[in-house]
């Protein structure tokens, strides 16, 4: 099993064990089941679906694929496309910057594939800043598909559909110091921000999107906390 930070502390977290016993009750139902997992940026969705794949037996994990939201960023070349690209770029990761159509037909797909085709998924390339097209597989056989995003539940946008096309929606509420040290962390790392540039960048874009994520999670079906 991984070692995780003490930001992270999943491997204390009195839900996950939940998590994991609601995901062994799926691979047991006779039908694909779908988990949305939810949560403001830098709440851990990605860190959290991998912690309890690794935490699957091996035959287990045969049967679950985790999936991310991120793919269906509109890219770059999309968003210079847009009439407020500066605004569009600025606000990357807003609700209006991500391929919401696209994502909402993919997901039906899924759901209707059980057993018979294999479905495609996109990844997002964070050193390129794009999306890769078709870069995951979905076999047929995959009874339990977790999507991690931050706008499972919204209701604006284009994503009204979303929150129905899941069996579960949970929702990952985590302390709002630890999310913005989080992205304070990834923005320095990922773009070479100085800690000022990263919080400016919070204040100026993912803080909004958090308020958004938050306003929402009353939807949720379950809500984790760690």
């Not at 999306?131 to 994503?159: A, C, R």
Request: glycine letters at 6%; one cysteine or more; proline letters at 4%.
């Amino acid at each position: 099993m991984p070692a995780f930070d003490s930001l992270n502390g999943f491997a204390h977290s009195a839900d996950v064990p939940v998590a994991l016993d609601k995901i062994h009750q799926a691979l047991n139902q006779p039908k694909r089941t779908l988990i949305g997992l939810t949560g403001g940026p830098g709440s851990g969705k990605s860190t959290l679906a991998s912690h309890l794949h690794q935490c699957l037996s091996t035959h287990a994990q045969e049967q679950v694929i985790c999936l991310s939201m991120d793919g269906f960023h509109l890219s770059k070349a999309q968003l210079q496309a847009l009439p407020n690209a500066e605004d569009a770029f600025a606000r990357r990761g807003a609700p209006w910057t991500f391929d919401s159509e696209a994502f909402i037909a993919r997901v039906k797909s899924i759901k209707q594939a059980y057993q018979q085709d294999r479905i495609l998924w996109p990844s997002f390339d964070h050193a390129l800043g794009d999306p890769i097209e078709n870069d995951q597989s979905i076999h047929q056989d995959i009874k339990v598909v977790l999507i991690e995003g931050l706008y499972l539940l919204h209701q604006q946008d284009g994503w009204q559909e979303s929150k129905a096309l899941f069996d579960e929606q949970w929702f990952l509420d985590v302390p709002v110091e630890i999310a913005i040290e989080r992205l304070a962390k990834r923005h320095m790392s990922v773009w070479k921000f100085s800690h000022e540039q990263a919080m400016d960048r919070i204040k100026q874009s993912d803080g909004l999107n958090a308020a958004l994520v938050a306003g929402y999670q009353h939807h949720a079906d379950w809500q984790l906390k760690v």
